[in-house]
C-alpha cells in the first residue's frame, strides 16, 4: 500500500511538473495577470522595532505559475483543490518554512522568531490559475532591552534565483531608527504587495538586506493588525503598542485588494 501511494504521488507530481511546462509555453501568449509577471516571487518585509522586541509582518505574493506548482503541496488529499482546512495546515508550515530565511540579527545575536499569524490565500491570476499571497506576523523578543545605540541587521534570503520585487520598510516604536547601510523606507510604496506602482514596474525595488542603528527614545506607533492573517493556535498575539511589524497607518478593518 505505500509502494502504491507512493507511485501515485510520483505520477501526480510528474503531472503537475508536465503541466507546468505547457504553461510555460502557453501563458506567455496571454495577457500578464500578474504586474511583475507570471513567473515572479514578491516580497515585503516590514519590521517595527521597539526597545524589547522586533515585529516582522513579512508577505510573500507569488505569480502564476509558482503558485501552480506550490499548490500542489497544499492539496494534501489530491483533490485537484486546496481546502480551507489544507490552507490553514499550510500557512503555518510555509511561513515556519520560511523563518530561517529571515536572518534578523541584533548586536551580534540572532533572537528566535516566533510566528504568531498567518494566512495563505490564492487571489485569481490569468488562464483559470491563480496567485498565492502568504502573510507570516513574527515576534522577536530581545536578550535585553534597547538601551543604547545598537546594530541591527536584516535580510531576506529566500527564493533568491527568482526575480520580483522586494521591499523593506522599517519604522520604530519606541526607539529611533538611522540608515547605516542600505535603503531605509518608512512606508510600502507596494500597500505590502496588494497594488504595485505602475512607474516603478520596469526597476522594482530590490531590498535584499539592511543595517540600521537603533537609539532608545522616540514616539511609540499606534497598533496594527495585519488585515490578511489570523492568529496562530497556542500562540498569544503580541500586545500593543505595535501588533505587527507594517509601520504605515493602521487599517484594521481594511482588505488587501488581492488578499
Known amino acids: ?5 507512493r507511485g501515485t504521488s510520483r505520477r501526480r507530481i510528474a503531472a503537475g511538473v508536465g503541466l507546468a511546462l505547457v504553461l510555460v ?29 522586533v515585529l516582522l509582518d513579512v508577505v510573500v505574493d507569488q505569480a ?5 506548482q506550490a499548490r500542489l503541496a497544499f492539496d494534501t488529499d489530491e483533490d485537484g483543490e486546496v481546502s480551507d482546512e489544507e490552507a490553514a495546515a499550510g500557512r503555518v508550515a510555509e511561513c515556519e518554512t520560511l523563518a530561517p530565511s529571515l536572518e534578523l540579527v541584533v548586536d551580534g545575536e540572532r533572537p528566535m522568531l516566533t510566528l504568531t499569524r498567518a494566512g495563505l490565500t490564492f487571489p485569481p491570476g490569468v488562464g483559470g490559475l491563480s496567485t498565492m499571497r502568504l502573510v507570516c506576523e513574527y515576534e522577536a523578543a530581545l536578550a535585553a532591552p534597547i538601551t543604547g545605540a545598537t546594530d541591527l541587521t536584516f535580510a531576506d534570503t529566500s527564493f533568491p534565483d527568482r526575480l520580483g520585487w522586494r521591499e523593506i520598510v522599517v519604522s520604530g516604536s519606541g526607539v529611533t531608527v538611522t540608515a547605516t547601510e ?24 530590490a531590498d535584499k538586506a539592511l543595517a540600521v542603528k537603533v537609539a532608545p527614545g522616540g514616539p511609540e506607533s499606534p497598533p496594527f493588525v495585519a488585515p490578511d492573517a489570523t492568529e496562530v493556535a497556542g500562540v498569544a498575539s503580541p ?12 487599517r484594521p478593518t481594511a482588505s488587501p485588494s488581492r488578499a
Open 1 to 5: 500500500m505505500i509502494a502504491s501511494s
Open 64 to 68: 502564476e505559475i509558482p503558485t501552480f
Open 182 to 205: 542600505g535603503t531605509l523606507r518608512d512606508t510600502t510604496t507596494s500597500d505590502r504587495l496588494t497594488t504595485y506602482p505602475t512607474d516603478q514596474l520596469a526597476q522594482a525595488p
Open 25 to 53: 509555453v502557453l501563458i506567455p501568449a496571454m495577457a500578464f495577470a500578474h504586474p511583475l509577471g507570471n513567473f515572479t516571487i514578491n516580497h515585503y518585509a516590514g519590521l517595527r522595532i521597539e526597545p524589547d522586541r
Open 239 to 250: 500586545p500593543s503598542p505595535g501588533a505587527s511589524a507594517e509601520p504605515s497607518t493602521p
